[in-house]
């Protein structure tokens, strides 16, 4: 429907605690995702960046993401949250649309469980792991409704670099460089 500009780092909305949608099923919630969706393309087609989007990043407080993993259908989880975390943590290179020039690693839980409403407002649940980076992108997009940013979770802040620095330094040896590609698998990115 729209393409909306994403906020930027020390934008007060990034730093709000989203609202619970009540009405998954509801025209504005649809709308919102087609928003997010086009947001989400944009910025591919413009940077070939983008995995995952926010509601918060588009100035829309409400417990939404959306995501488009490459060579899967577009996947939009309403009022996500994480009900099962492993002990077990990864260090993983992240950065994101509303700071896409700065880099770092971030510690993330390597595996997670996340339970979401669909747009027809029924429950499901999603066991995810390092397979596709699924696990670090939905606990990226999560943070970002509760105002967490990934640059609140650096691991080392001798990590934290510019995305010109990142790609001729790091991309070729990051797991989520991918062949033939200009994306960066990482979180929410």
């Known amino acids: 429907m729209a393409i909306r500009t994403v906020l930027q780092l020390g934008d007060p909305g990034l730093r709000e605690i989203a609202k619970k949608v009540e009405d998954p099923t509801a025209p504005e919630v649809r709308t919102l ?35 488009r993993l490459p060579g899967e259908d577009p996947w939009p989880l309403v009022n996500p949250e994480i009900i099962e975390r492993s002990k077990e ?3 993983v290179w992240d950065a994101c649309l509303s700071f896409l020039s700065i880099f770092m690693q971030v510690e993330r839980h390597r595996d997670v469980t996340v339970r979401y ?21 939905l606990q990226h997009e ?10 609140d979770r650096i ?4 990590t934290m670099c510019t995305r010109e620095e990142f790609e001729k330094r790091y991309r070729t040896e990051s797991p989520y460089a991918v062949a033939g590609s200009n994306l960066v698998q990482g979180a929410g990115i």
Do not use: C, M
């Open 33 to 67: 995702v087609e928003d997010l969706a086009d947001t989400l393309a944009y910025w591919r087609e413009t940077t070939g960046y983008g995995r995952g989007i926010a509601a918060p990043q588009i100035g829309a407080n409400w417990r939404v993401i959306f995501l």
């Open 89 to 91: 943590k990864i260090v």
């Open 117 to 137: 409403q669909d747009l027809r407002g029924e429950w499901q649940e999603v066991q995810a792991g390092v397979e596709r980076n699924l696990s670090e992108l």
């Open 142 to 151: 999560i943070d970002h409704l509760n105002g967490i940013l990934a640059v």
């Open 155 to 158: 691991t080392d802040i001798r």
